[in-house]
């Protein structure tokens, strides 16, 4: 008889979809809904409050909350005996996507306790059968179930990235979004369930086989006897034989791990988080209870901390499976953080904060970096991870790139300084497969480190928004364990994993070094820049707040604000989310976060030990303001810098007078705005064509005032004042932009252009600094277009050197123009998605033009950074770095996290060479080298440190108590 391939899969989905799917869940009972509507605010309660709600008859094909509100459904009925398992299932009005993007609900026993969630692919509640939660149904088979439901609006629609309002609670009157569609007891059919699967996993294989080999006629053949047969065990018994061929021996072999990528705010805020960490670990225990191979990795401190607080019951269920292995902690940070912007302190506390927290709850320290999502990872990463104790690295987010293809998906990842870190990108390009047959096809085909390895890993499970691995995924797992066709899949854990892979690749693994740039989401280091502020000041002020405590804590025996500290810090590292710091979350999410800086800005300067004068923390003392030279008419001039200020308000002549040099190339200081219309991901992307779309900004008008130039500018509804000054003294221009900012779809750069020419610039990072091409030489080269710079960039030619520094920006480019280089710091965007408004309203901006080496550039970022402060002492230095030879910075000073008042001391080699230094303590102690999280490393050798290029080291100085 004649086999038609093509027939045969049409009929394959035609019958699933009428004839099979429809069986899986077949209607036994009604049951009685009743609606409690959390009233007050809308805002989540706990669920004893809910409890003890008076509940209302509610109608199936009601709405039931307005967007971002919650309502309670008490779900009530008599189970019958059908011989089959019997689950509740639900529909809340869902789409067929965006699992994790839209209404979701909570599951809970009448006495509090939380069962199970429900989203689009996971809408049913178990009540009897294997699996079904204890406690449900009584001995008379009534039962009562509360179901907390969201009302999350769906934000990343079909189509996407279209302007939304309800990044915001709607106002009163607008339409709710959704309906309760249906709420039924239904017998469930195991047999139903396992042929859906057993024909996704021959009849989905299908188009990825070769129509050479005699596999894909057997499996087509096998297919088409299954929709032959006349009931569901016959139909089964026909895919047996296909189901049961091995894997080819040289097939590929994949780890799959359960996971749920859960973003810690983003089309959500940060409340609706708690309560998704929570739905998806019920999820993952009720998957447990029938799978006893499954294993689920989740991340970030901060996500099991909120469980621990909100739901104790889950957390020791929790809590039991981490201790069997079958939860396993990864990555060991606070939150999964952005892994450009924040500086190395934040980024050690991430992991000491968070590593601190697994070991303390779980006894367990991962080994893995876990950060699958985070837009882009400095060059310091591979140092910061194997000084805080890990060996290997995971992201799949450079699959991303727009412009080229990485290279590797398994390599060693050679820092800034040297160090190496095991690294992987799991091949099927996401951190939330589905484990379908052409995920796994993908893998393999992309995967481009065959030659020397046959292995990946896969994170199957619904994410973003949460939601995990449901039991449709964990069944086709199963089926792929060893199958002629496809890759492997073995469930395991990511330590397991990666010791495999590294011990298969041994020393032969390729190396890629520098930077992990993403070719993408380049708007991300500009957007939302209160963001990028309130960070940048917060972790500034706990430099000077942690340095002065420990002052006064050694000298004068106060008290350390230990607790304060912590929570301050774990403010912080929450707020470097990958989607909070970048700016690519919705208003709500940036409105509380604003809130959350000024009052955190606000209790860190209450910190400071009082008295004294108005001053700054700088180069670890003390300093006070001093008055800028006075301009004499249109010019500045202290002696070492003359500055000319023309009628269009830029600087028309900069010179350093102490070899005469002329600094700018022409106009310095000229404020450029762009046209920034993305094509997609707005408040993630900037594009190329931004930078065909540009004018400067010229001034209205000139003002000279005692101690500075400024240049008012108007455009449309925006107003921008650029302010010059001197210092006696200094030999730095500095910069101050205030913005009014109205704009819409713009973008903001401040040019500097000088006449240095370089090939290169150098860009302040964590712990030193990262060389990146002003060329456009090749691809990669070309696609680095807006790039990631600390504090300061750097541009240098032999006998002349100039730095701009800035207070609060992190997106720059600096480019090769005629006679010397444009260093254009990026202010400000405007894109209207997800948050509408965004940057709306003031700004301030300080930056300063250093003429000098990185060294100088170097201490007036220090300098420029430190927060100025109404009262303090004079202080001399506690710790003091004798420099022998070299460039070496002390970059911390705190007390130990241990509390045993150990002062400890971070320094690094800052330019890429040898430095050796001698440390000096103004009290009387004994040192030791420590790892990041302060664990001993080597004993003494504090006298004589001897540093490599960019090496960090870790100096615990134990005060010598007086007898
Ligand atoms: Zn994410």
């Known amino acids: 008889m004649h086999l038609n391939p093509s027939h045969v899969l049409a009929r394959l989905q035609r019958v699933v979809r009428d004839r099979i799917r429809p069986r899986l869940h ?10 409690w509507r959390v009233d007050g605010d809308g805002e989540p309660v706990p669920v004893a409050r809910a409890l003890e709600a008076d509940y209302t008859p509610f109608a199936i094909g009601d709405t039931w909350a307005p967007a971002w509100g919650t309502t309670w459904l008490r779900i009530e009925g008599r189970v019958p005996d059908t011989g089959l398992p019997v689950e509740l299932v639900l529909d809340l009005g869902w789409f067929d996507h965006s699992v994790g993007g839209h209404a979701e609900g909570l599951a809970y026993r009448p006495d509090g306790v939380p069962v199970k969630a429900l989203h689009p692919r996971n809408g049913w509640v178990r009540l009897t059968g294997p699996g079904a939660a204890p406690g449900l149904v009584a001995e008379d088979r009534t039962f009562v179930v ?6 999350n609006p769906l934000l990343l629609g079909l189509p996407p990235f279209v302007e939304t309002t309800w990044g915001e609670k709607p106002g009163p009157g607008e339409p709710e979004p959704y309906r309760l569609v249906s709420a039924q007891l239904c017998a469930f059919d195991p047999d139903v369930f396992d042929l859906l699967r057993d024909l996704e996993a021959t009849g989905d294989l299908l188009p990825h086989l070769d129509t050479d080999e005699p596999r894909y006629w057997r499996v087509l053949t096998a297919v088409e006897s299954a929709l032959d047969a006349p009931t569901t065990g016959q139909a089964r018994a026909a895919l047996a034989g296909a189901l049961a061929q091995p894997a080819h021996a040289s097939a590929h072999t994949m780890t799959a791990i359960g996971h749920a990528h859960i973003d810690s705010a983003w089309l959500w805020p940060l409340r609706e ?14 998957l447990m209870e029938t799978d006893p191979d499954l294993v689920y990795a989740m991340s970030s401190a901060q996500q099991f901390a909120w469980v621990q607080e909100d739901h104790p019951e889950l957390f020791e269920r929790v809590k039991q499976k981490v201790a069997e292995g079958r939860i396993v902690p990864v990555g060991g940070m606070w939150v999964e953080s952005d892994a450009m912007m924040p500086s190395g302190e934040s980024l050690v506390r991430q992991i000491s904060m968070g590593k601190r927290y697994f070991r303390e709850t779980f006894g367990h320290e991962s080994e893995v970096v876990w950060l699958p999502d985070s837009f882009g990872y400095s060059g310091a990463w591979p140092q910061i991870a194997r000084r805080a104790g890990y060996r290997w690295f995971l992201t799949q987010k450079i699959s991303w790139n727009d412009t080229t293809t990485f ?26 497969a589905e484990v379908t047959p052409a995920e796994l096809k993908h893998a393999v085909r ?50 397991e994993f990666f010791a495999a892979a590294e011990a298969e690749m041994g020393d032969r693994a390729p190396v890629w070094a520098g930077e992990l740039y ?39 025996g106060v008290a350390y604000p230990y607790d304060e500290l912590e929570k301050a810090w774990q403010t912080v590292l929450l707020h470097q989310f990958h989607d909070i710091l ?26 400071v030990p009082g008295g004294g004068a108005p001053g700054r923390v700088s180069g670890w003392q003390v300093v006070r303001d001093v008055t800028p030279v006075a301009p004499v008419g249109n010019v500045l001039d202290n002696g070492i810098l003359r500055a000319e200020i023309g009628d269009n308000g830029h600087v028309v002549s900069l010179v350093d007078l102490r070899d005469g040099r002329q600094l700018n190339v022409g106009d310095l200081g000229v404020l450029r705005l762009f046209r920034d219309e993305p094509v997609r991901w707005d408040a993630w992307d900037l594009d190329r064509h931004v930078f065909r779309n540009e004018r400067a ?47 819409t779809e713009h973008l903001l750069k401040l040019s500097i252009p000088v006449g240095v020419r370089t090939l290169r610039a150098r860009y302040e990072t964590q712990y030193g600094a990262l060389d990146r091409p002003t060329h456009e030489n090749t691809l990669a080269d070309e696609a680095q277009y807006e790039v990631c710079s600390h504090r300061f960039v750097h541009v240098g030619e032999p006998g002349l050197g100039v730095g701009v520094v800035n207070d609060s920006t992190y997106g720059c480019d600096v480019r090769r123009i005629p006679g010397g280089t444009d260093i254009r710091p990026t202010l400000l965007r405007a894109p209207r998605f997800p948050d509408p408004d965004t940057d709306r309203g003031r700004h301030t901006f300080r930056f300063a033009v250093v003429a000098g080496d990185e060294t100088a550039t170097r201490a007036a970022a220090d300098d420029l950074n430190a927060p100025r402060l109404d009262g303090l002492a004079d202080t001399e230095p506690l710790i003091e770095l004798g420099l022998e030879s070299g460039a070496a910075v002390i970059d911390w000073i705190k007390l130990a996290d241990d509390r045993s008042g150990d002062v400890i001391v971070r320094i690094h080699e800052s330019r890429g060479g040898r430095a050796t230094a001698r440390p000096h303590a103004s009290f009387p102690a004994t040192v030791t080298e420590t790892d990041l999280l302060e664990r001993p490393e080597s004993p003494a050798n504090g006298d004589g440190l001897i540093l490599g290029p960019y090496q960090i080291t870790t100096l615990r100085f134990s005060p010598i108590k007086e007898r």
């Open 273 to 286: 988080t708690r309560r998704k960490v929570a739905r998806t670990l019920t999820n993952v225990l009720t």
């Open 582 to 607: 970048p700016g690519s979350s919705i208003s709500w999410v940036h409105r509380e976060a604003r809130a959350t800086y000024d009052a955190l800005l606000d209790d860190l300067t209450g910190l």
């Open 446 to 495: 992309n995967f481009r480190d065959k030659a020397i390895s046959g292995r990946s890993l896969l994170l199957y499970g619904y994410g973003d928004g949460g939601g995990g691995p449901n039991r449709e995924m964990a069944a086709r797992a199963h089926r792929f364990r060893d199958l002629e066709g496809t890759a492997r899949v073995e469930l395991g854990s990511p330590e």
């Open 146 to 151: 509360y179901v907390e439901a969201a009302a």
């Open 697 to 743: 900004l010229p001034a209205a008008r000139v003002e000279i005032s005692d101690m500075s130039i400024s240049a008012l500018i108007d455009h449309d509804e925006s107003a921008f004042t650029i302010t010059y000054s001197l210092l006696p003294g200094s030999a730095q221009l500095d910069i101050t932009v205030d913005v009014d900012w109205q704009e």
């Open 407 to 432: 290279p590797h998906h398994t390599f060693a990842w050679e820092g800034i300084d040297g160090s190496r870190i095991f690294t992987h990108f799991p091949p099927a390009d996401t951190y939330a």
């Open 26 to 35: 077949t209607p036994v009972a009604d049951v009685t809904v009743t609606a």
């Open 518 to 556: 993403l070719e993408l989401h380049r708007g991300t280091l500009t957007s939302q820049i209160a963001m990028k502020q309130g960070n940048r000041r917060a972790e500034a002020l706990l430099r000077t707040v942690e340095y002065l405590a420990a002052v006064a804590a050694v000298r004068d």
